[in-house]
């Protein structure tokens, strides 16, 4: 019979890391915007997953800086797309709630332009480049000095009534 120790299969958690802004951004508080929904991307800021913050800078503009922890692994030792995409996807879309339009995203368009090395802290800017009608497009990339990572266009579509 085998015995389980009470360690085996625990994770261990990877330390803390320093995701403060750059000089100028302001912390940006998604939850009294949006609700407490996002936890995919956001919801364990201790974890091995994503760590995330937000900020604004004096132009208003959103920023995140963001960690990729272990648990967002694709190819060995690098992000999964899945897990850049999601980080895109609330990021732009939350850049548009933001800048005043209460929308979901329509649709989504990233370019991988270099894969990422887990454990990485980097980067997303964005860009209300448009809004016309019900349409606001918002551009972004994921970035860490000179290394683009990702980047992204996102048409959001404001939701009536809100
Ligand atoms: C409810 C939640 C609120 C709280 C949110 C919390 C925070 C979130 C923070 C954000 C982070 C998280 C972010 C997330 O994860 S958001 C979650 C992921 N996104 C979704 O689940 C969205 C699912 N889709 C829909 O709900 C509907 O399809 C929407 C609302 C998008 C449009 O359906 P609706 O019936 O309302 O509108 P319409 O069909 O008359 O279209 C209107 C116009 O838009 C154009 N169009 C539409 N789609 C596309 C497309 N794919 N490409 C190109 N164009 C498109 C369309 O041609 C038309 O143009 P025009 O003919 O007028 O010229």
Avoid at 13 to 19: F, K, N, T
Avoid at 27 to 37: K, T
Avoid at 99 to 121: D, E
Wanted: glycine share 12%; with cysteine.
């Amino acid at each position: 019979m085998s015995e389980t120790s009470p360690q085996q299969g625990a994770e261990s958690i990877c330390p803390p890391v320093d995701l403060s802004g750059d000089a100028g951004w302001v912390p940006f508080d998604a939850p009294s915007l949006v609700g407490e929904s996002l936890r995919f991307v956001s919801g364990e800021p201790d974890g091995n997953r994503f760590r995330v913050r937000y900020y604004r800078d004096s132009e208003q503009h959103l920023h995140a800086r963001i960690w990729f922890g272990p648990e967002t692994e694709g190819p060995p030792g690098h992000a999964h797309g899945g897990a850049v995409s999601a980080v895109m996807d609330e990021a732009l879309g939350l850049a548009a709630w933001a800048a005043g339009y209460p929308i979901v995203v329509g649709n989504l368009n990233i370019s991988f332009r270099t894969m990422l090395p887990l454990q990485k802290v980097v980067t997303v800017e964005s860009r209300v480049v448009s809004a016309q009608g019900r349409k606001v497009m918002v551009h972004g990339r994921l970035f860490c000095g000179d290394a683009v990572y990702a980047e992204g266009e996102c048409l959001c579509i404001t939701l009536p009534g809100r």
